[in-house]
């Protein structure tokens, strides 16, 4: 009978380990047949802060996505293989669209492997559905390649697919 019991005991703490780390943090796949199309900025939260500038630039701004003016901005991602895309940066300037020159990048987990990235660091999506996704950038410190000149910010945009 005891026997039995520590048997059982056994049983019960294995299946508790197994379901325990069941149970873990990780995060979903992205699922990436939503990632290409125009994306048109919605929301945009966050800080920046320049070395030359003692007090930090916050902001918390909503936009109209069917009407356009100067703070319209637009990403469209077009797959080229793989797992490989092509990003163009693009803002309205009240009468027709200004794009960046486009760059590309790659997908490693959540994160954008941009090659010449406009941004400090490479953003990580932090969701991706067929019509929605958000995005932060986060970054400290960064040279501008002015002598002692730096930037830090957090970013979030909330996009929308048109």
């Known amino acids: 009978m005891k026997t039995l019991r520590f048997l059982g005991m056994t ?4 299946m508790l380990a197994v379901n325990f780390t069941a149970c873990s943090d990780d995060e979903e796949p992205l699922d ?18 320049c070395s030359n500038d003692p007090e930090k630039d916050e902001w918390d701004e909503d936009y109209d996505a069917n009407n356009l ?12 293989s793989d797992n490989k895309y092509s990003f163009s ?36 999506i932090e969701s991706l559905t067929s019509d929605r996704m958000v995005v932060r ?8 390649g002015e002598e002692g000149h730096y930037h830090s910010g957090d970013i979030t945009n909330t996009y929308i697919k048109k």
């Open 89 to 124: 940066f693009g803002y309205y300037t009240g009468s027709n669209w200004y794009n960046e020159p486009s760059t590309t990048g790659t997908i490693n987990g959540r994160t954008v492997e941009l090659k010449d990235s406009p941004y400090y660091s490479n953003p990580v």
């Open 32 to 49: 990436l047949n939503s990632l290409e199309g125009t994306w048109m900025l919605i929301h945009s939260k966050g800080w920046e802060l």
């Open 137 to 144: 950038v986060t970054y400290n410190e960064v040279s501008t």
């Open 69 to 80: 003016d100067y703070d319209s901005e637009r990403v469209v991602i077009t797959k080229i």
């Open 11 to 14: 049983l019960l703490t294995v």
